[in-house]
């Protein structure tokens, strides 16, 4: 495994955060991760390391939150994804992962800045579930998903759109990212990215992972729900500066 302290002193706080995040708060944070990760290895190596991690925590996602997820939206969900899986393994040498990010950062805060300064967006009807709209967005989630673990932000677009029940849209964030996440292992695993070192390492960074998840499912029962949507925003909007700062420095 990794043996420098810097590099935990640095993917600790990531993945606490991270977690906090996807166990509360639908996981528009959880594209921190690999950049902070990236400031002591490379970024692929640091992608290799949380994808387990990432996984690990969606299962502790749902157990806490079985079948709370909305079902009517997410066998679209689910197959849109898949398609932008493929579509982000088969493009992968083509495509580089800034401009991804700037695309993907730019749409999260539109999207934000629609929905705090737009005239009648917090008082017109929240739209109902759509296939066409639910295909497009989850389809761009897996796809950046796949080629930057940036699928946060495209599926809260969908999702905080519809205005759903708190518990409803964590646990169908939840359920979507487990399914996504572990088909993404196959191709990873594919391009030789599990190493020895990096499954240890890891390892290693579970516990960190099962405190920041624990404290993300403590805090979602206990903040409400008008809270919990503003602070689901300011997180698609940290998460959007975030990755167009990333995309635009690596242009």
């Known amino acids: 495994m990794i043996a420098d302290p810097l590099f935990y002193a640095t993917a600790v706080p990531a993945i606490l955060i991270v977690g906090i995040a996807k166990g509360g708060f639908g996981g528009g944070l959880g594209i921190m991760a690999v ?28 157990w806490a939150y079985w079948r709370k997820w909305d079902s009517k939206s997410l ?32 749409i999260a805060l539109g999207f934000t800045l629609n929905y705090w300064f737009g005239r009648t967006s917090r008082s017109e009807r929240p739209p109902g579930h759509s296939w066409r709209r639910a295909g497009l967005w989850a389809g761009i989630a897996g796809f950046t998903s796949f080629t930057a673990h940036a699928g946060g932000p495209p599926l809260s677009v969908y999702l905080l759109s519809r205005r759903l029940d708190k518990t409803t849209y964590q646990a169908t964030t939840v359920i979507f ?4 996440n572990y088909v993404k292992l196959l ?27 624990l404290g993300g499912i403590w805090l979602h ?28 420095a690596g242009l």
């Open 187 to 213: 191709p990873y695993a594919w391009l030789g990215q599990f190493t020895e070192q990096n499954l240890w390492t890891a390892a290693v960074l579970f516990p960190a992972a099962v405190v920041g998840m």
């Open 177 to 180: 990212f487990l399914l996504i």
């Open 221 to 248: 029962d206990r903040v409400p729900q008008g809270l919990f949507y503003r602070l689901c925003y300011a997180f698609l909007f940290l998460a959007g500066l975030k990755l167009v700062y990333d995309g635009l």
């Open 35 to 62: 950049p902070l990760m990236a400031l002591m290895i490379s970024p692929v190596q640091a992608a290799a390391i949380m994808l387990p991690i990432l996984c690990f925590m969606d299962l502790i996602g749902v």
């Open 75 to 106: 066998g679209i969900l689910v197959a849109a994804a898949m398609l932008g899986i493929a579509v982000g393994a088969l493009s992968f040498r083509y495509l580089t992962p800034s401009t991804i990010r700037l695309l993907i950062g730019a």
